[in-house]
């Protein structure tokens, strides 16, 4: 698998596999096709809900623990954040039956967000979270956070797919030292994108598919990304996007279908960031 090396010198896989809105009784059958399909990136968060059921499926899948690389996710904590933080990512490790985290992203940037940090520092200082990052962070608070804290973010994971590019947040990740990740590579589905003529011609051209040519752009623009999917052919199809190559004029067309807008929520807006930014987990 291709991999891309983070500023601490962490290796993360280019693809893995996501699992947001899979519900928990089903989390476990679909992460053990994932793991039998090849994927080693795993995407999970405590917001999810499924934490135990992908550690239930590492546990018995016999892949070696070295060998995965696993992401879980800090929702927003009230102040202290440092001692709630710290608290939720013990809870984080004992749902997935982990000892180590390959990767720990604050999942939003809301709450406590300093303290939430010197937390996540903490815990990756022990060696217990190999890298940290962040997720859903704007160019202005990524730079803010990276000026005022010891650890600069390994990873800003964002939501990244054809209709919203993200080229200039990837360069100032770039600048920065922060590995860029995809989240919604497929946009969800949303504006057609599965039958999209442009993207539709491109994987004509290839022999691929829609989803293929989504997946080989993103990789070919080093942006790691976590498609999600409950069906093994799908897995198995997302996983197959390593054996033919994006061309120059491909990659310009793609770069047509950027509309510069999330098709989800816009983490600036006053609104998202007073109904998001309000949201607490139970446990
Ligand atoms: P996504 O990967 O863009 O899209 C998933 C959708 O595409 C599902 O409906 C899936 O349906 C369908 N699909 C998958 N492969 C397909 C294929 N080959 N052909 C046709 N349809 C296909 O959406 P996402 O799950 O929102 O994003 C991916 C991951 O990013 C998440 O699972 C999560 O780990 C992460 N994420 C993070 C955040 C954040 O705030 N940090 C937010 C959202 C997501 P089936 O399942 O029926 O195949």
């Known amino acids: 698998m291709q ?27 679909t992460v053990t096709d994932a793991l039998a399909a090849g994927y080693r990136l795993l995407d999970t968060a405590a917001a ?38 710290k608290r939720a990512f013990e809870t984080s490790l004992r749902k997935l039956g982990l000892e180590y985290l390959d990767l720990y992203l604050m999942h939003q940037p809301f709450g406590d967000v300093y303290g939430q940090w010197r937390a996540m520092e903490q815990v990756h200082h022990e060696g217990r979270a190999k890298a940290i990052g962040v997720a859903n962070f704007y160019p202005d608070r990524l730079v803010d956070l990276i000026s005022n804290n010891d650890v600069t973010p390994a990873v800003n994971q964002i939501e990244t797919h054809p209709f919203f590019q993200r080229t200039a947040d990837q360069d100032v990740m770039r600048e920065h030292g922060v590995q860029i990740q995809s989240w919604g590579g497929f946009a969800e589905g949303k504006n057609n994108l599965f039958t999209n003529p442009v993207l539709s011609e491109i994987g004509k051209a290839h022999g691929k598919s829609v989803a293929q040519v989504v997946l080989r752009w993103l990789i070919q623009r080093e942006v ?29 067309s793609i770069a047509t279908l950027d509309t510069g807008s999330s098709l989800f929520f816009d983490h600036r807006d006053p609104a998202v960031a007073g109904q998001l930014g309000k949201r607490r987990l139970t446990d």
């Not at 601490?8 to 947001?20: A, D, E, R, S």
């Not at 060998?67 to 102040?79: E, H, P, S, Y």
């Not at 790691?224 to 004029?249: G, H, Q």
Request: aromatic content about 8%.
């Open 48 to 85: 999810y809900g499924n934490e135990e059921a992908v550690g239930r499926a590492i546990r018995s899948s016999g892949v070696p623990r070295e060998d995965l690389f696993v992401t879980t996710k800090l929702w927003i904590q009230d102040a202290p954040g440092e001692e709630n933080a």
């Open 224 to 252: 790691v990304t976590i498609p999600k999917s409950v069906r093994a052919e799908r897995m198995a199809e997302n996983f197959d996007v390593f054996d033919f190559e994006l061309t120059d004029d491909q990659m310009a």
């Open 3 to 29: 991999t891309v090396t983070l500023n601490n010198g962490v290796k993360m896989p280019i693809l893995g596999f996501g699992v947001f809105q899979i519900p928990p009784e089903d989390t476990e059958r």
